[in-house]
């Protein structure tokens, strides 16, 4: 019934996502990864071994939480932990890919007043060869709203509704599930041992215009495998100072 903010994708490595930043599904609720670090012990250059936090080696610890790296070889992390479920609301919605401006312009107001609980992604790509989604539906262009309510479920079904009910879905995926499998359900569509390339930006609100570009070329690749994400950020992330 703990956690703390963990990636997207279960199997990241704790130490890059957390020296990184740590987007995940608990963030807008609890602030990233790295936010929730409480202390890290650090070897040093010289081979010192330090425990860097608030109080001790303080600018280290500033340092390490977004500073940008070389700073030492952190071997262990200490996290904050927040009571968590263990059951969330939570799940993806799929749409056709041609419903994807109209999809975004809905989805750019539902969010604005969304509470610190709801956690979303969007996702422009191609249906995943996921069990859970029917074959007739794999590698289908769609856009895909994932969800995560960590809260009480019935508040997240209130809060949801909306949505869910906003365009007829290809596919609606949002139920109660034990938050560990969750946080794992997307590993599969990111396979150890690839060569992945990313590339990000900030977008600070979702002009028509804004959504007319995205669109246009967030579902233009000629790879079934490549995607464009959005993680809509705010809550308790923006809570921390740069």
Request: some cysteine; aromatic content about 10%; glycine content about 12%.
């Amino acid at each position: 019934g703990l956690a703390t903010t963990g990636g997207i994708v279960s199997h990241t490595g704790v130490a890059g996502l957390t020296l990184g930043g740590g987007v995940g599904w608990l963030m807008r609720k609890h602030g990233l990864t790295v936010d929730n670090l409480l202390a890290a012990e650090v070897v040093l250059a010289d081979g010192e071994r330090v425990r860097a936090s608030e109080g001790g080696h303080p600018d280290l610890f500033w340092a390490l939480r977004g500073g940008g790296g070389n700073f030492g070889v952190v071997t262990s992390f200490e996290f904050r932990l927040h009571p968590v479920g263990p059951t969330v609301l939570a799940g993806p919605i799929l749409w056709d890919a041609s419903d994807a401006r109209e999809i975004l312009r809905f989805y750019r107001d539902f969010v604005r007043d969304a509470p610190a609980e709801l956690a979303t992604v969007v996702r422009f790509g191609t249906a995943p060869p996921l069990p859970v989604i029917p074959k007739d539906l794999h590698w289908r262009p769609v856009v895909m709203v994932g969800t995560c309510y960590a809260g009480p479920v019935g508040d997240g079904e209130r809060r949801l509704a909306a949505l869910r009910a906003s365009f007829p879905p290809l596919l609606d995926l949002v139920r109660p599930v034990p938050y560990a499998r969750f946080q794992g359900a997307l590993d599969s569509t990111v396979v150890h041992g690839w060569n992945y390339y990313w590339k990000s930006t900030y977008l600070p609100e979702l002009h028509d215009d804004l959504i007319d570009v995205i669109v246009e070329h967030a579902i233009s690749s000629s790879s079934r495998r490549s995607f464009v994400a959005m993680f809509h950020l705010r809550g308790a992330v923006s809570r921390v100072a740069e």
